[in-house]
């Protein structure tokens, strides 16, 4: 009987037994069979305080927190002074006389200007601090208007002389002029430095 290359091929195939089933696993306990024996904790009442809203009003904040030094500390720093001795006109030690000149004729363009008609005197100084430091950031030249000061009580102008001897000891101011008939001034600024 001649050989079957077949029947010779099947007898080197070698099937493995068929392994047994594997029996499914034990169900799992339910939550409260594993739990049964806890005791829970007694609770004791509690009031649940929702945390207060905040106002829809803002806090008012101080005008020289934003302010570098050099400007904050001119804030309240004269008390008298003798109205007689304010110029008409300021020039810083050190800057040439053309400068009030050409401050006069409009050299430099005017970047900002503030009114501090109806203001008192400590809101006409933080208002004026404020603007300058503002101001210095968009150009030099500006105008500050405070009056003739013929509707105070006094008789006397107030804001007048009180702006321009402020003017005349803020650091980054190095000119002023009269404008506007004596009721304001042309202020120029120091220029502002990059990085300040």
Known sequence: MAHSP??????A????????????????PEFRQLFADVVPLAVEPRVQHSPPRPSPHPRPRPFHASIP???????????YFDAETVPQHFLRAGIQHQVLRKLRAGHWPV??????????????EERLLTFLFLAQQRGQAVRVIHGLGMG???GAPVLKPLVRQWLSQHPEVLAFC?????GA????????????
Do not use: N
Not at 69 to 79: E, G, N, R, S
């Open 152 to 154: 105070s009580a006094a």
């Open 111 to 124: 970047v900002a200007e503030i009114d501090l008609h109806g203001a008192s005197r400590h809101q006409a």
């Open 6 to 11: 077949f029947k010779a091929a099947l007898r």
């Open 69 to 79: 030094a050099a400007h904050a500390d001119m804030a309240h720093a004269f008390d």
């Open 178 to 182: 009269e404008d506007a008939g004596g």
């Open 185 to 196: 001034v042309l202020v120029l600024l120091r220029r502002r430095r990059q990085g300040d």
């Open 13 to 28: 195939v070698r099937f493995s037994p068929t392994p047994p089933p594997v029996p499914p696993p034990p169900p799992e």
